[in-house]
């Protein structure tokens, strides 16, 4: 799983913190999900999504195999 | 369960433990002069004491700085860990019970089955302890 949080966090000039803060998660659980190591509950994902104003079929991209 | 309630929940069941822990760590020094092994449970207190003052102390500046102690990522993790440490403690146990067993036998150790089981107990908690800090920097696979 690849994500463009970290994309859409620099156009928001967003830190991992605070994002964190906003979603209310811990500035790790930021971090694994970016580098693709964790998979965010459908909820998560969705708050994520709301907070960087996009769409979770966006945000979240699923390589095939 | 809100963040301040949470640990002030944590302080609580700490210095239960400690307490219990501490009397009977004095009732078995004081009860059998001379023997080391019943210093054991009194090491294992003074190190379980050490480790909950550095987390007591982490889960204080993290609720100071309102980062929340639990997310959804970490409760993950406490529950592979929990899931890992019951399986490895039961291997664990089998194994010392034996080890045990034959230290009995060969009356070599005089330690009674209630330290033994502290002892238990002890590196029960170790190995969830180990498991959840490996599988915070490694992450749980999902």
Redesign the interface.
């Known amino acids: 799983m690849r994500t463009r949080i970290k994309e859409l966090r620099a156009r928001y000039d967003m830190t991992q913190d605070d994002l964190a803060r906003k979603i209310g998660v811990r500035r790790e659980t930021i971090l694994f999900i970016e580098n693709g190591k964790y998979i965010p509950s459908l909820k998560l994902a969705h708050d994520i999504s709301k907070v960087l104003k996009t769409t979770m079929d966006e945000l979240f991209i699923f390589d095939k195999g | 369960m809100n963040e301040k309630a949470r640990f002030w929940r944590f302080v609580g069941i700490l210095v239960t433990v400690l307490v219990v822990g501490g009397s009977f760590a004095i009732v078995s020094v004081s009860g059998s002069a001379g023997n080391l092994w019943t210093l054991v449970p009194a090491l294992i207190l003074v190190i379980m004491a050490m480790i909950a003052l550095v987390v007591a102390r982490k889960k204080m500046k993290e609720l100071k700085s309102?980062?929340?102690s639990e997310?959804?990522?970490?409760s993950a993790i406490r529950m592979r860990a929990g899931y890992l440490a019951f399986f490895i403690s039961l291997y664990f146990v089998l194994g010392m019970s034996f080890f045990h067993a034959m230290l009995e036998d060969n009356q070599v150790s005089s330690l009674p089955t209630s330290e033994w089981l502290m002892v238990y107990v002890a590196a029960m908690g170790s190995i969830f302890l180990a498991l959840n800090a490996y599988l915070?920097r490694k992450?749980?696979p999902?």
Do not use: F, L
Request: without cysteine; glycine residues 18%.
């Open positions: 309102g980062i929340p997310d959804e990522r970490s915070t992450g749980v999902t």
